[in-house]
């Protein structure tokens, strides 16, 4: 239910953003939860900080043409929305998929602002992309869109201004690439213009891992918050791209055993649980679909055309997309017992999900607040880059974990200051927006 005052918020927002239903999705999510803020803060209402807070300030959107190995060109449309940048510049990933256009980009975004609030850390929200396809694409065609991408990306993008990273088809390949071509336009070394660097060139230790390290490192809190541990419980991690693949990696050191994992072709059962390092193989070096796993662990079953969640688990992790969780899947997860889920990937549960989880006392925690560690690490690296020092992964991992303990703290502290204990969505939504209201407020009118 949406606040009053939110009601007119909320349909000025459908109105002059038709048809991008993600962005519609997740900004109901952010309204539906502070509500109870303008009670105590009648001063953002004043400010029209809501109001503000849904309109980005900046929206990019370009031409990237470029050529296939057989030399047809080929024209793929560029975006970089740079929502707001009241606690520092823009920060968000770039993401490379067929399904992405202006919706999905401004509802990563729009997340990206209250996130970044949670960490703590002086960075802002923005978020970015193509609708260019990278399966089946060789090394030199992606390479080729990088560098036409960037090229018109770069005069938008800088240390103070907006820092892009990775998202779903841009890891530390195309990051390279990216940063390559920024620097021969601009003959700048600037290290802290991208995150998510090898570490051959700026790329800091633990970036990699962190997104899914984070995440199972705030399951770890929640379990713990409910007297339980990860000890001897079995996980079902979706995906296998970089989120999940470093979710399981950790699970698996927490002594959780991860029996499913999946991409877009289907999912593996694995009783014995995921065997990491050929999942590695299979997805990171030799990039085969999940089938290929099945085939070489032998007595393992791949399953096409379902949801990986009719899979029992006490744990889900789900980190390859968004509304992958559906009502339907949700009442099969609490069916199957589980008592916790955390979001690897953004808004991966619908609304109707989150709903049924949350009746059903499971432990929710939004992708806003789990995920967060791979942008938490992300400034970390800017930080390193801004003082030409590098940390070592033991360092850099206890930083991770330790800000996640924080992010963790925070969201069930503000939803029992709020009235709603246990309700990490609220928690994360009010604390994140907090922050940014606050700075939008001392900032002025701008
Ligand atoms: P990757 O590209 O590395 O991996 C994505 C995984 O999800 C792949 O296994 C992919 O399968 C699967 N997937 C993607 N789209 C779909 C779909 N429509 N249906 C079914 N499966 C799909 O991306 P990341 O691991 O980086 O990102 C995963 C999620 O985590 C995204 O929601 C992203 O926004 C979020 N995230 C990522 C962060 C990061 O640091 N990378 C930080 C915070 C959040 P296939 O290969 O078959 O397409």
């Not at 939860?33 to 029209?48: C, D, F, Q, R, T």
């Not at 300030?57 to 370009?62: A, D, L, S, Y």
């Not at 940063?179 to 800091?204: D, H, M, P």
């Not at 962190?210 to 541990?229: N, P």
Request: negative net charge; hydrophobic residues 35%; glycine residues 12%.
């Amino acid at each position: 239910m949406l606040h009053e005052k939110l009601e007119s918020i909320y349909d000025s927002v459908l109105r002059r953003n038709p048809g991008e239903i993600e962005f519609h999705q997740a900004a109901r999510e952010v309204l539906e939860s502070i509500g109870p803020v303008l009670g105590k803060h009648p001063e953002y209402a004043e400010s029209k900080i809501i109001e503000r807070i849904c309109e980005p300030e900046r929206q990019i959107i370009f031409r990237v043409p470029w050529e296939d190995d057989q030399g047809e060109v080929h024209i793929n449309r560029g975006f970089r929305v740079e929502f707001n940048s009241a606690l520092g510049p823009y920060k968000g990933g770039l993401r490379f998929h067929p399904s992405v256009y202006l919706g999905i980009v401004k509802f990563l975004g729009f997340e990206q602002i209250f996130k970044n609030g949670l960490t703590g850390l002086p960075i802002g929200g923005g978020k970015g992309g193509s609708d260019f396809d990278p399966k089946g694409r060789s090394q030199r065609e992606i390479m080729r869109f990088c560098q036409s991408f960037m090229t018109e990306l770069y005069r938008h993008i800088g240390e103070y201004t907006d820092v892009p990273a990775g998202d779903i088809g841009v890891g530390q390949r195309e990051v390279g690439y990216l940063f390559g071509q920024y620097k021969r336009i601009t003959n700048r070394y600037e290290s802290a213009v991208i995150t998510g660097k090898g570490l051959s060139y700026g790329g800091a230790q633990v970036r990699t891992e962190a997104t899914g390290y984070g995440c199972a490192f705030f399951v770890e809190e929640m379990l713990k918050a409910r007297g339980t541990s990860f000890d001897g419980k079995r996980v079902v991690v979706s995906g296998s791209g970089n989120v999940a693949v470093y979710a399981i990696e950790k699970v698996q050191q927490l002594g959780g055993t991860v029996v499913a994992c999946s991409d877009s072709s289907g999912y593996v059962i694995d009783e014995k649980g995921i065997d990491l390092d050929l999942l590695k193989q299979i997805k990171q070096i030799e990039h085969l679909r999940m089938d290929a796993y099945a085939r070489r662990r032998g007595e393992v079953s791949f399953v096409a055309g379902r949801s990986i969640w009719e899979v029992p688990c006490e744990v889900a992790m789900p980190s390859a997309t968004q509304n992958e969780i559906t009502g339907k899947d949700a009442e099969a997860l609490v069916r199957g017992g589980c008592i916790a889920i955390g979001e690897g990937a953004n808004m991966p549960t619908t609304p109707e999900g989150i709903r049924i989880f949350q009746e059903a006392g499971v432990s929710f925690g939004p992708g806003k607040a789990a995920n967060a560690g791979g942008v938490a690490t992300s400034a970390l690296e800017m930080q390193q880059n801004a003082s030409r020092d590098s940390w070592t992964f033991e360092f850099s991992e206890r930083r991770l974990q330790e800000i996640m303990q924080d992010i963790h703290g925070r969201c069930l502290n503000t939803a029992e200051e709020y009235g709603m204990p246990g309700n990490y969505v609220a928690g994360a939504n009010i604390d994140g927006f907090k922050r940014v209201a606050d700075a939008m407020l001392a900032l002025g009118l701008i």
